[in-house]
């Protein structure tokens, strides 16, 4: 469990400041969402010890970076964006170097991640050879060694085919049990069947802290889906569109809207975690415009 306690932070160089008066994740899969420059990288880096709060503090299941950072990094897995390998190296001899400064996996347990992250056919291949995804994979893999408790995640999913996107969400989802793991992201609805909790930043501020049922729940507008000619889509405001499907010369719409159909061929949907997301920021905006 991680406890932040009245942290600031100020990125040098910028006029962003983060602030987090009070905040605890729990193990489990938290989303961190937020719009470009929220400050999602930044609250991971400082989760990271990659930097350090000015004000306030961390804790990690009791321990602080002031007394215990060794134990604290010991127990970290961190992929940041734009990670850099050592480009010389072999896939095997990377794995195995950052493993000895993590303080050693066996032989055996770097074949299974290998194995786990679709490496193995790479292992003998120099990292400056390697496709982007395929080093994006060993980033990740290299976030597991040592089996760590808290594992920081962000943007994982670049570069990675479907396939992959699909293998490693579900990799994660069954490697979380008695972890934090804390995954920056913008797909939220590749995260939907896995996620236990979202932390929603803004600003440099979390905005919304809670389960994914609770992400969902209670929000002022509703989703709606219908089939309409293109006469009645020119005439939709195109703020409240979602998503568009050509079927034949007439159009499959997702809309936002409120407790009652826009049109009768619309039928009231289900609202996925991206839909909660779009309605969230629409209610921000208008808090902002309005105050
Ligand atoms: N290296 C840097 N130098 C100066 N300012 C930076 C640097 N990196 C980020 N920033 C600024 O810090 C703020 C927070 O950025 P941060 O990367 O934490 O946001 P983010 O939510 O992760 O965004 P994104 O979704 O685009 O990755 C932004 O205003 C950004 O412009």
Redesign the pocket.
């Known amino acids: 469990m991680l406890e932040l306690h009245k942290v600031q932070w100020r990125?040098g160089?910028?006029d962003?400041r983060l602030s987090v008066p009070r905040l605890t994740l729990k193990p489990g899969i938290t989303l961190l969402v937020?719009?470009?420059?929220?400050?999602?990288?930044?609250l991971l880096q400082l989760l990271a010890t990659a930097q350090f709060p000015l004000e306030g503090e961390i804790r990690y299941d009791g321990l602080t970076a002031e007394r215990d950072l060794p134990i604290i990094r010991s127990q970290i897995g961190f992929v940041p964006?734009g990670i850099e390998l050592y480009e010389q190296m072999k896939t095997v001899k990377l794995l195995h170097y950052l493993s000895e400064l993590k303080g050693g996996a066996t032989s055996e347990e770097l074949d299974r991640l290998m194995e786990d992250f679709h490496l193995t056919a790479y292992r003998s291949s120099k990292i400056k050879t390697l496709p982007q995804g395929v080093r994006q994979r060993i980033a990740l893999a290299q976030a597991w060694i040592a089996s760590p408790a808290y594992i920081f995640l962000d943007?994982p999913l670049n570069a990675l085919d479907s396939l992959e996107r699909l293998h490693f969400t579900r990799f994660v989802a069954s490697h979380s049990r008695g972890r934090t793991i804390i995954v920056?992201t913008?797909e939220l609805n590749e995260w939907e069947a896995w996620a236990d909790h979202v932390l929603w930043?803004d600003a440099g501020t979390p905005q919304f802290h809670g389960t994914m049922e609770e992400w969902i729940e209670g929000l002022p507008l509703s989703v709606w889906e219908g089939l309409i000619d293109a006469d009645m889509y020119r005439e939709l405001d195109p703020a409240r569109i979602l998503q568009i499907r050509n079927e034949s010369n007439f159009f499959r719409v997702r809309i936002l809207g409120s407790g009652s159909p826009p049109a009768p061929q619309f039928v009231q949907q289900p609202i996925t975690m991206e839909d909660a997301y779009f309605i969230r920021c629409r209610s921000l905006a208008q808090t902002f415009a309005a105050g």
């Open positions: 990125r160089g910028s962003f937020g719009r470009n420059g929220a400050g999602k990288s930044s964006t943007e920056s913008h930043f």
